[in-house]
């Protein structure tokens, strides 16, 4: 009688070995490593030629062209999307639990329902019954969505199969249960294998189906990084607890730009589309105040303008505080070091706060200057001048270098009521009339100009 073996699983890179070990030798992480039962491989079967079969590539262009996409006239997703909805691909939307991702996708299905796409979604967290009252909460009754509440993947593709959807959306895919893995719902093996079984009929079909996935403690979404590499689009939909606004980010997408943004806003009736993010923002903006900075930003293909606010205060203690909330602490570290070693101005014993208002996320370098103006307009206690934009990126020698798209920025900032802008010398500025523009090469003459330091 065959032994039911068992293999020990990275759940971040999906690696195997035969041991267990605190650190995956693969990808280098700690504690990730889990013990499943090892999978019987598909029965050997007799070998077929024509399975494997090649067309030539010109032949595609023709007889299988892809349909056009479909939007959703959600334009916020469509966005992020590319545009729409490709049919025959893969999509994987992560974020934390609580989110809003089933918010996100049953307001999703209802849209793309309404552009004449037959949707099913798939629960396998909630029964219909509470899918149906959430539906009602958001006013969406009435939408040609099918509902199923099933966690059997052999079930779900039978029942796929037979009704031949257009949209599948998949919640959650840690739910999902495929009889031919031998290990819980939720363990590295099922998500592959549920995510795999889940492409493949999306490719065969071509059906477009959407996979919710959540997201570990630190922001990876849970099962091996194998499921991100086996779908077309990876979404990540974040927001901070206490804030109402919502970012859907496309951080991967065969079918569109990457790190392109959608906002919406939670209210009491689900998600509501935020056109204009920058005037969102912008509006708890008080009076002009030390510390705070207006950044003109790129998220993919639009400009948003955010505030950073710094604090920076004496410390009791011996190591001062650095802390950063919506930006990479590892280049606050850098903007200070440079501005000490480049400018003479020293942040020793002092602690560091900088924040992203709004619950916003930038990892845009273009943003160091803003940063940069920030924290000396805390230490110094001036304000920088309230109708002023910020932006450029800093270097190690303290030059300031040109960021992409300066005229976008500057036309938004426009648009929303700015009257001056500060930015690294040698970018493309177009047409800023109406906005006066300093553009300067390096930190040295910015911390002149503004703080007369
Ligand atoms: P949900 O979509 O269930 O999150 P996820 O699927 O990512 O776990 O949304 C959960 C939160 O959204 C819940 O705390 C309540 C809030 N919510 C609203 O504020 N308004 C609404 O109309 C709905 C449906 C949910
Ligand atoms: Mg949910």
Redesign the pocket.
């Known amino acids: 009688m065959a032994r039911a073996s068992t293999v020990f699983v990275c759940s971040a890179c999906g690696a195997t070995s035969s041991k267990w070990s605190g650190r995956c030798e693969a990808c280098g992480a700690w504690n990730t490593i889990h013990e499943e039962r090892a999978t019987s491989g598909p029965p050997a079967k007799a070998l077929d030629r024509n399975k494997g079969r090649t067309v030539p590539l010109t032949d595609l262009s023709h007889a299988e062209a892809p349909p056009p996409r479909t939007a959703s006239r959600l334009d916020e997703l469509d966005r992020v999307l590319g545009g729409g909805l490709v049919p025959g691909s893969a999509i994987l939307v992560g974020?934390?639990?609580?989110?809003?991702?089933?918010?996100?996708?049953?307001q999703g299905a209802a849209a793309f329902a309404g552009s004449g796409l037959r949707t099913v979604y798939i629960s396998g967290?909630e029964a219909s019954a509470q899918v149906r009252m959430?539906a009602e909460?958001?006013g969406l009754s009435d939408a040609a969505v099918r509902l199923g509440a099933e966690t059997n993947l052999r079930d779900i593709l039978a029942t796929l199969e037979a009704e031949r959807p257009d949209l599948v959306i998949i919640?959650?895919i840690q739910t999902m249960w495929a009889d031919t893995v031998d290990s819980a719902p939720g363990s590295v093996s099922q998500v592959r294998a549920a995510a795999h079984e889940l492409t493949s009929f999306a490719k065969k079909r071509g059906a477009a189906v959407v996979m919710?996935g959540?997201v570990t403690k630190d922001g990876q979404i849970a099962g091996p990084r194998v499921v991100e590499h086996m779908v077309d689009t990876v979404l990540y939909?974040e927001g901070e607890r206490g804030h109402q606004f919502r970012i859907l980010r496309s951080v991967k997408n065969r079918f569109g730009p990457a790190d392109e943004i959608g906002v919406f806003e939670?209210?009491?009736?689900?998600?509501s589309e935020v056109p204009n993010p920058s005037a969102l923002f912008l509006s708890e903006r008080g009076q002009p105040a030390p510390g705070s900075v207006v950044f003109a930003g790129i998220e993919g293909t639009r400009p948003v303008l955010c505030e950073l606010q710094a604090l920076v205060a004496p410390t009791p203690q011996s190591q001062p505080r650095r802390s950063v909330v919506g930006w990479d602490g590892g280049r606050l570290a850098m903007i200070l070091a440079v501005l000490e070693s480049r400018c003479g101005i020293p942040f020793t014993g002092l602690d560091v706060y900088l924040n992203v208002a709004g619950g916003m996320k930038i990892g845009e370098p273009a943003a160091d200057l803003a940063v940069a103006a920030a924290l000396l307009s805390a230490r110094e206690d001036v304000a920088v001048p309230a109708e002023t934009v910020v932006f450029g990126e800093i270097s190690l020698s303290g030059a300031l270098r040109p960021v992409t798209q300066t005229e976008n920025r500057l036309k938004e900032a426009r648009k929303l009521g700015f009257t001056a802008a500060i930015a690294p010398r040698g970018g493309k500025a177009g047409d800023a009339s109406g906005l006066s523009l300093t553009q300067m090469g390096d930190l040295t003459s910015f911390v002149g100009e503004i703080f007369g330091a």
């Open positions: 974020g934390d639990p609580g989110i809003g991702k089933s918010t996100l996708l049953l967290e959430r909460r958001l919640d959650s919710v959540h939909f939670m209210t009491g009736g689900g998600l």
